[in-house]
């Protein structure tokens, strides 16, 4: 098969597409033929030489993807050849088959296409298990967002409204505001001009900045409040107030889910089936994508990415 192979730690320019061995599908797994994958900013540091894949899981970039079951290993529960299928995965996304534990695979909900369902796997499960599971939002709590034009951030703001909260984003730009609203955000400021801790206060907060924000997220929390750091685009170190938090009776929780056992990994994956598939069935909640790029040409997309100016996700298809 061919693959996007990581040449050496760099820029989009040492992404090639390369013939490499086929995957073989082992006990518990399932082999897929990749229709369409999406690019995350995981993808992004894995290239960089900053984050590798797990031990054990593939070495090529890709941590979602949608396309048909095409063999299936021994013990495999509830998938057959010729489903149409979506999956989480530990790396991989980026070539024409992946092996993946059956646990994370999940079906295509109605009303998506197969390609499409390639940008819900990782911000669907991303979103539920820390949003809900981990924060436990409620309805007529307010959530904000931090990158709301961003494809965790997309999906979150659809899917807390369509649970009966209020949700404030942040982006950089009026435009990115404006297309968050269309899709239900309630309020918004402008994180390159706007201190939004003067603007809103939160009972959760969704976060991808990390260090950088940390102050200013315990500025903004309610009191109950809870922060989820997903994601260390603004550092890994900051300030933390512990007299402030105390006072407001609020917790900071960091997670991952790429390096989570397959149990765990499961357990995610079967919540959001069961939580979030029937919204989207519904049309109450939607992939946002915003560019599609060929597979073999994953620099683009990466470009693409990097540069900032997308919406929602972007997408690599065969």
């Not at 993946?100 to 295509?108: E, S």
């Not at 598939?277 to 049309?283: E, K, N, T, V």
């Not at 109450?284 to 994953?298: G, K």
Request: hydrophobic share 40%.
């Amino acid at each position: 098969m061919r693959a996007i192979v990581i040449s050496r730690p760099g820029g989009p320019d040492v992404l090639s597409w390369e013939e490499v061995p086929d995957p073989r599908p082992g006990p518990g797994e399932v082999l897929v033929e990749v229709a369409a994958s999406a690019v995350n900013r995981a993808d992004l540091l894995q290239r960089k030489g900053f984050y590798d894949p797990p031990p054990g899981a593939s070495p090529y970039p890709g941590l979602e993807c949608s396309g048909i079951v095409a063999e299936v290993g021994p013990g495999v529960e509830g998938y057959a050849p010729g489903d149409e299928v979506c999956a989480l995965l530990a790396g991989g996304g980026y070539a024409e088959r992946v092996a993946v534990p059956w646990q994370q695979l999940m079906p295509v909900p109605e009303g998506v296409s197969l390609t499409d369902a390639a940008a819900l796997p990782e911000v669907a499960c991303t979103v539920w298990s820390n949003v809900f599971m981990t924060a436990r939002l409620r309805r007529g709590e307010t959530l904000l967002v931090h990158g709301g034009a961003s494809g965790i951030g997309t999906l979150a703001v659809q899917l807390a409204k369509a649970y009966g909260s209020r949700v404030v984003v942040t982006a950089g730009s009026a435009e990115k505001l404006a297309r968050c609203r269309e899709l239900g955000a309630d309020d918004g400021v402008n994180y390159r001009t706007d201190d939004f801790a003067k603007a809103f206060t939160a009972d959760v907060i969704l976060d991808i900045i990390g260090g950088k924000y940390l102050k200013d997220n315990v500025r903004a929390l309610n009191t109950g409040g809870r922060i989820v750091v997903i994601g260390l685009q603004g550092g890994t170190k900051g300030e933390l107030d512990l007299g402030a938090l105390l006072a407001k009776r609020g917790s900071v929780h960091a997670t991952t889910l790429r390096s989570r056992p397959v149990d765990e990994k499961g357990a995610i994956v079967r919540s959001v089936v069961d939580n979030v598939w029937p919204l989207i069935s519904a049309g109450a909640v939607r992939p946002v994508v915003d560019i599609t790029v060929p597979l073999a040409d994953a620099a683009r997309a990466h470009e693409a990415l990097e540069e900032g100016s997308h919406f929602g996700k972007i997408l690599l298809v065969r």
